[in-house]
């Protein structure tokens, strides 16, 4: 199963497939109701607007089923406490709301086919699935272009972290990590400690915490990639030297801040932050 979810995500192709396969129904949907408008418009049955447009349909809907595996896949791999989760869940819901009104549509003019023009109802399921396929687009490219979630995921070999594990050194100089100690190589844990969020990742040989957000843009490094002891940010690829922070290659310019690790009876503790994180 891990195989085929890595499948699903495009790491193989080294390229997001969700994003490539959307492009199909987007396409057909609105291409099925302008075949719609211009039935009205012609009322030609010879023209075979009506039959056109429900071939054009049926299309995008298959399409938009096939599309749709992809996209809960990557779906499942937000973080659960990640900012955007509730705007991808508003986009599946709106997604599939739409599929299901241009398929009812589709269901509706079926014995009609040879008509002079699409019958009132079904265009009319047809308009609204339209307007809401339209604002999920707009939320879809919200949720890559403005909260960055699954840039660079496919460039990834090992699982992301599900959530974010907030702990609190109550005073003390450092504090254990739960789930830190079973990281394995090329894996990363996304912690939260004292209110200062960090990355504590695994390499071969040790595990390294620090500040989770790329000095460039703000990508989110742990859902970066390791390369040996380099941090690759997941959005433009800025390298960081893990056991430093000092960057390795740019576009960022800025070193990364680091937090200590010590190990205790198996379990991996951080220093805690100063006021200054």
């Known amino acids: 199963m891990p195989a085929l979810k890595d499948l699903l995500e495009g790491k ?6 969700h994003p490539s396969l959307v492009h199909l129904p987007v396409a057909l949907f609105p291409l099925s109701v302008l075949l719609d408008i211009a039935s009205w418009i012609f009322a030609d049955p010879t023209l075979y607007l009506v039959r056109g447009a429900f ?27 990640h900012p955007a989760k509730k ?9 599939l709301v739409a599929v299901g009104l241009f398929a009812l549509g589709a269901g509706l003019r079926y014995g009609n086919l040879d008509a002079s023009h699409t019958a009132a109802f079904p265009l009319i399921t047809s308009l609204v699935g339209l307007a809401i396929l339209g604002y999920s687009g707009y939320l879809g490219g919200h949720l890559v272009y403005s909260d960055g979630v699954a840039v660079g995921r496919h460039r990834r070999d090992t699982r992301l972290p599900e959530n974010t ?5 109550a005073g003390a100089a450092s504090v254990v990590v739960p789930g830190a100690a079973e990281l394995r190589p090329g894996e990363t844990l996304r912690a939260e400690v004292d209110g200062t969020v960090m990355t504590i990742a695994r390499t071969a040989s040790q ?12 990508g989110p490094l742990s859902e970066g990639r390791i390369e040996g002891n380099e941090m690759v940010c997941p959005w433009h690829r800025s390298r960081f030297d893990m056991r430093s922070g000092k960057v390795t290659q740019g576009p960022a310019n800025v070193d990364l801040r680091t937090f200590a690790i010590e190990t205790r009876g198996g379990r991996v503790a951080v220093e805690r932050p100063t006021k200054s994180a």
């Open 12 to 17: 193989p192709l080294r390229s997001p497939l």
């Open 55 to 81: 071939l054009t349909l049926t299309i995008g809907l298959v399409t938009a089923v096939f599309a749709a595996v992809f996209g809960i896949v990557d779906y499942t791999e937000i973080r659960s406490d």
């Open 207 to 218: 595990t390294c915490a620090f500040q989770e957000f790329c000095t460039h843009r703000f």
């Open 87 to 95: 705007t991808a869940t508003l986009h599946m819901v709106l997604n």
């Open 165 to 169: 594990v907030t702990v609190s050194a």
